[in-house]
């Protein structure tokens, strides 16, 4: 989707404004559509990690039971989740939580590898006081220092 003129600019000064002002407010209005900021919100793991555990700390190193975690402030989307886990052959499944219920479609499943992401075709949204965790399903290898991370776009 590219910005294209509407049309041939007048030759008429008088005329002239009022077609800038229409083009300005088409190319903001293309621009206000495409441009989506992402962020991370990340949590950590100083440990092995456990099987159906809320154990991911969000900056303090506490573990964050289900129901609470991150409270978004505006309306955005999970649009992926990328995953670090310590140990060469470490293993692990995490699902994502929204408002206390677990998302089985929202989860990142590292059968292959200790690192990797999972992006999503349609982000999960969260509304103004939704709340966001983490769940670890499963794991197998794992040691200190996890790293969980979910890019949340702009809705």
């Known amino acids: 989707m590219g910005w294209e003129p509407l049309g041939r600019a007048p030759t008429d000064p008088r005329q002239l404004a ?15 559509e495409s441009y989506r900021p992402l ?13 159906n555990a809320y154990e991911w700390a969000f900056g ?5 039971a289900s129901g609470l975690g991150i409270v978004i ?3 955005c989307g999970l649009v992926a989740l990328s995953l670090s886990l310590a140990g060469g052959s470490a293993r692990a499944k995490v699902e994502v939580e929204k408002d206390g219920a677990i998302e089985a479609d929202y989860a990142i499943d590292l059968t292959a590898s200790n690192q990797g992401f999972q ?4 982000p999960l949204v969260f509304h103004p006081g939704s ?6 399903v499963s794991n197998t290898g794992t040691a200190t220092s996890n790293v969980i991370c979910a890019w949340m776009r702009l809705e």
């Open 18 to 32: 009022s077609y800038v002002d229409a083009q300005l407010m088409e190319l903001s209005q293309q621009l206000e």
């Open 39 to 51: 962020w991370p919100i990340w949590a950590e793991e100083a440990a092995a990690l456990g099987t």
């Open 60 to 64: 303090n190193g506490a573990d964050t």
């Open 73 to 75: 402030p505006f309306r």
């Open 119 to 122: 992006e999503f075709p349609l």
């Open 131 to 136: 709340v966001l965790n983490f769940r670890t």
